[in-house]
């Protein structure tokens, strides 16, 4: 008899990820997935990759959901709040949504509109201190995929005061999983395929959550869509602050982080090579020209970037070991 | 204290696969893994995908995959049987390369050339009986990943006589993982992306293969190449040799198969939905023109069509649960 | 001062191949572009890639088109019809939709549904004679796709006597643009990316036409949807009639045709080569095992079998040289 | 009788992108394309697509390419200056290599290693007064590709004192066309689909070529090779000098250029839109957090990067209009 968990928002990508993690757990049993325009559909109709999962979605009923250990909320941002109060206090959530990372009220106003819900744990055990407090925690906000990437790269370097945090540049390009699952028209594999496409440039809603998690406080932020299902890279450049080895910084910041890995000299991050894992790989340079911090992270987005990371903070919650049911390896090529 | 096993040839995407599997298996232990020119390489350098995992390639001695209980064999065409030869008998062994595959030396010798290694128990275990011939066995040779796809569409069919084994045609395509990892400039990425591209019509060596374990006795195979880096869609057509319900006849063959699912009416298989795991997805019908039975078949070349066969196999012949250690399901989108 | 041409249905992809041709061709000038949903638009808002280009979409509106000597129809299937119907007699038509090219009305009132519009003059100049009929019609079907990549690799074959009608197997895999530019969940980049995935099996609509343009009596057509933007690879099987050499017969029959290339021995054709063009690339052979003729083609599916074969056709019919604005050379890599 | 070309390097990417842009001028007549391992084979056996041109490629012989009005060097870095040296005077000269394009030789010695050849004309018509400098020049060097993204977009802002030139932070990603036909083994395609892949992070040989065309006096400059052909998407920043509207300095500078076009508002380069045309798209605006400029610009790497870059210079040099044998138009989707 394993721990009950159940999946609100599962017809989605990141939430197909989740059914996929979980089916593969070794301590969860899935007691409900639900759906909003999906349900009453067999799960392998709606994610053939699950074909042989015998499962119906169901709506999102809030009292089916109750009956379950720990929920993963995969909503659309601006939906997880609403759910979230009406699920006992004892019943522990992972929110993969946007609702509940943001400390300031303003930032979420501005950037997604709306009532800020409150602000969670923020869940991302790799920085200092949180592995703790998500274990003591019955509420978890999941990291932004884009900001997994880029505070994984860079919130050691302004820590250890290695980084400047008021001039801080980022590029950083995503599969189109990351823009999700409704049919819009520039999703189109016509029109992705071949293609890198900017968008929100100077604007994204991100921002905000990076420079929280980051400590940041002068952010350029450019994200790109790159013509691949899945993956994150991450450029970041940061003025020095001192003569620093970034590589050395963040080894030291990851020596006991099983899924991040700051690679050996010589090897950069690429995204394929964390296809379907937990892992985000890391390496950091000094530019010989401008004498900037580059620091390349790469990850999975809905690895490490959603669901992977849902599943790693569960397992801290629940006691269990963080690394159970979760895989180190890529699925590559 | 786990099963030991060791991997030969363990720097090509087949050998790659198979050490991600290895890692992730609950029972075994690896032990060694060789390769030519990478050896002395460590094995992240070689695959990224398995940053994390502590290990040096090291040099293809006999003596060493001697001390394993079993060795995977991934070596290119041709080689396997001489290595093979040098392995005490109780080491068992699963040869993922074409040597031990056919019966008749002639075809052998026409499509391969040079001299034929004898025949060993053929890998595929669904089909009828063979699952116990290969728990049997210490010598079993992996089926190719084009047979794997058609002989699972077709060799029910044929076996049942609900298909005509004398017109067979079969059109097949496949990722570009399935050849292999040599740096030729057909299989670079500027060649490949956006392209569709047929190679040795009429003539592919695993003809002889896909007849042998089909049934077929006349078979037209046109295998394409496609833009995509894993996955096989099989078409297999055939004249029906009476009124069949072929989805009926597959599903009675496979009933007990966990990695082999006959899909729902209405859903056809596809290869994304089968990438990274050990699944293989069929569906059937009759064309209303021709009268033709049509089967698809989906798998991932490097899962059921390689090393996931090849852990399933090893499995059976160690005793193990067929599944252990393998996905059913695939890792999508 | 050039010829006059409008385009109905500009904003979907064979509409938008089309301006482009039309802005490159040298003796026609682009009076009116017309659309649905997009009408009132910036054309290189809805077409990024004819940024430059200054012109606004229009409402398809029959007297704005009237002005023109030729109009385009790009409209979805069922659609084109009724606006010819409104158009006067002298005014040429191109139709790229399938409203008329079936002879026989009950065949398109099976796989298309509604009243047959009746048959014009059939769209492939390179059959025997029907350069001449085209170049003296107002009213011209332009053919499918699918139909002109299998057409041209076929008709000869079955009008010589080479290929037995009744007994023909075809795959062939499109590029996404030939599903439109509808944003539907399937065509997702997502979806697509790394994907081959087949649909309507068995019952596709292009099969009543490809049975007519080509002769076949007997036909088995299973489409294919392929990880790319653009092109069509046909894989084409027939059984011989007698000996026959099928790429002598296939040279014979394009000897004069400026975009049919059958390719020297030892060459297949591929998507790339004629992503762009006008051209289709052609290859033959007879399987060793089989026995069955196998032909491949390949061609771009808004080329050759859209926009260019559509701008061919108008060539003819307007009494300009063929190849008038339209390139043999693809867009490689 | 047109102007005599020659193509030296003919058989690479490049080179097969000059063939096809010849093909379809209207006043180039080819008299020879030479090569160095593929001399003596067809054309249409080393680009396929350009099947149908009926071409032999020569050897690489000086007398021979004496004999053409105008020569197109296509070769590796570094082998140009000598083939260079042993052309006449009056034969007009575009060199697409990186020979000829540095001011400075330790930058030559520092980057690119041995002795440097001396600087040409800078092939970039659109630099203020360029134009008519290489409309009087018999040598010109052609752009680098990145080199073209990165300059048209930053070039006006240094030069109009908009932008500090002290601190320019480019993060740009390429199809891996530009990363040549060399079959290397990170370069196959089951390396590259599904993945970014960063290189020469922090050092790329590029960086002299970018400061001396741009003016920047310190750049940090990260290249990325995206899972496509072709295309640059260059995401270019720097910390404005003064107020400034960014679009309205881009605007102004390329006014009367026919390929470069500063998009409307609410639009953003994406590569796609650009390919197999010589037009590079632009847009900018201010980073609401970071108050950094922001400017996107997309080409195609073999077009406005290389070879169409190559034919507009031709032009130019020959007194031909600039846009001859150009297109404005992408080939899309």
Redesign the interface.
């Known amino acids: 008899m394993g721990i009950r968990v159940a999946v609100a928002g599962a017809s989605g990508?990141a939430g197909?990820e989740l059914l996929?993690l979980i089916?593969?757990h070794p301590e969860f049993d899935l007691v409900a997935a639900t759906a909003h325009s999906q349900a009453g559909h067999?799960v392998?109709?709606v994610?053939?990759?699950?074909?042989?999962?015998d499962l119906v979605l169901g709506e999102t009923d809030p009292t089916i959901l109750a009956d379950a250990d720990l929920v993963f909320l995969a909503l659309p941002h601006g939906q997880s709040a609403a759910l979230a109060a009406q699920l006992p206090a004892e019943v522990r959530i992972v929110d993969l949504g946007a609702d509940h990372r943001l400390a300031d009220p303003y930032a979420w106003a501005q950037y997604y509109g709306g009532t800020h819900a409150g602000q969670w744990t923020y869940g991302l055990p790799e920085l200092p201190g949180q592995r703790e407090l998500i274990a003591g925690s019955t509420r978890v906000a999941n990291t932004g995929c884009y900001a997994a990437a880029i505070t994984l790269a860079l919130a050691p370097l302004i820590a250890d005061g290695a980084a400047n945090p008021a001039?801080?540049?980022v590029?950083a390009?995503s599969?189109?999983?990351g823009?999700g699952?409704a049919?819009?028209?520039h999703?189109?594999?016509?029109?992705?395929?071949?293609?890198?496409?900017?968008?929100r440039?100077?604007?994204h809603q991100h921002?905000p959550e990076i420079?929280q998690a980051t400590g940041a406080t002068?952010?350029?932020?450019?994200p790109?869509l790159?013509?691949?299902?899945?993956?994150i890279?991450a450029?970041v450049?940061a003025v020095p602050a001192r003569g620093v080895d970034p590589q050395e910084v963040l080894a030291r910041a990851y020596a006991d982080a099983?899924f991040v890995?700051v690679?050996?000299e010589g090897?950069?991050?690429?995204?394929?090579?964390?296809?379907?894992?937990n892992?985000c790989?890391l390496?950091a340079?000094?530019?010989?020209?401008?004498?900037?911090l580059?620091v390349?992270s790469?990850l999975d987005n809905?690895g490490k970037g959603a669901a992977g990371q849902a599943v790693q903070n569960a397992n801290l919650m629940l006691g269990l070991p963080e690394t159970t049911g979760l895989?180190?390896?890529?699925?590559?090529?």
Chains 1, 2, 3, 4 share one sequence.
């Open positions: 990508y197909g996929r089916a593969g067999r392998d109709v994610h053939p990759q699950l074909t042989g999962l001039d801080v540049v590029v390009a599969g189109t999983s823009a699952r049919a819009k028209p999703l189109l594999a016509s029109e992705v395929m071949g293609d890198l496409s900017p968008y440039v100077g604007t921002v420079k002068g952010l350029s932020f450019t790109v790159a013509p691949m299902p899945r993956g890279l450029t450049t099983p890995h690679l050996p090897r950069w991050p690429h995204t394929a090579a964390t296809l379907g894992s892992s790989h390496q340079t000094v530019d010989v020209d401008s004498g900037r580059i390349l790469a809905l895989s180190i390896w890529g699925v590559t090529p």
